[in-house]
């Protein structure tokens, strides 16, 4: 499955961004989607993600109220709205799924390439 992240960028502490993660023209079904973050010196650690069907959603004490995970399943694509952003958000920002291959029964992780988020101070 390949994965197309979108919408990282640079902003002010305050600011917004949405991350886009689409698995476009994919034959797998697509369960499970969201994110994970890793800062410079840090490990990669869990942001949000949203199941398929009923689409509950987790996420990090970190970012809960600020940011706000969904998903359009019509496009195999997720979105993570992030708002009231903190300099200690800064990351890359590492989008995936959990998807599973006709006649398969297994549904292994797939990731993105990762995109940078900056929130300057």
Request: proline letters at 4%; one cysteine or more; a negative charge.
């Amino acid at each position: 499955v390949q994965l197309e992240e979108s919408g990282g960028g640079s902003v002010e502490a305050g600011g917004s961004l949405r991350l886009s993660c689409a698995a476009p023209g994919t034959t797998f079904s697509i369960n499970t989607m969201g994110w994970y973050r890793q800062a410079p010196g840090n490990q990669r650690e869990f942001v949000a993600d949203i199941t398929a069907g009923d689409e509950i959603t987790d996420y990090a004490d970190s970012v809960k109220g600020r940011f706000t995970i969904s998903r359009d399943n019509a496009k195999n694509t997720a979105y993570l709205e992030m708002n009231s952003l903190k300099p200690e958000d800064t990351a890359v920002y590492y989008c995936f799924v959990d998807a599973t291959a006709p006649r398969a029964f297994s549904s292994p992780r797939y990731w993105g390439q990762g995109t940078q988020v900056t929130v300057s101070s």
